[in-house]
Nanobody, 122 residues
Framework: QVQLVESGGGLVQAGGSLTLSCAAF????MGWFRQASGKEREFVAA????????YYADPVKGRFTISRDNVKNTVYLQMNSLKPDDTAVYYC???????????????????WGQGTQVTVSS
């Protein structure tokens, strides 16, 4: 089964930056989700197939930027001004079905990565 692979996680101090990367499918909506210890998985950001439309969860607006390079088949999540509350396992996901859907709905994504840990120290 095809699985996505994330990279770029790590340990960073509050206020710092990290960039996550994930192999992408040019014909798919790509999203990033995260799951903190003891909490449910939550939507972080998504980008449409062309890269022209981007969507963000309120807690990360203005700090995170999702982008994609359809030539390199890669999607990125640039994370700035990181906070301890951003500590979580971050997952890349792809929705390959092609229909319109609510980008924050994780049930609509059918391919997932194994996750990469992001830890923000205070």
């Amino acid at each position: 089964q095809v699985q996505l692979v994330e990279s770029g996680g790590g340990l960073v101090q509050a206020g710092g930056s990290l960039t996550l990367s994930c192999a992408a499918f040019s014909s798919s909506v790509m999203g990033w989700f995260r799951q903190a210890s003891g909490k449910e998985r939550e939507f972080v950001a998504a980008v449409n197939r062309s890269g022209g439309k981007r969507y963000y969860a309120d807690p990360v607006k203005g700090r995170f930027t999702i982008s994609r390079d359809n030539v390199k088949n890669t999607v990125y999540l640039q994370m700035n001004s990181l906070k301890p509350d951003d500590t979580a396992v971050y997952y890349c996901a792809a929705a390959t079905h092609g229909r319109n859907f609510a980008y924050s709905d994780d049930d609509e994504y059918d391919l997932w990565g194994q996750g990469t840990q992001v830890t923000v120290s205070s």
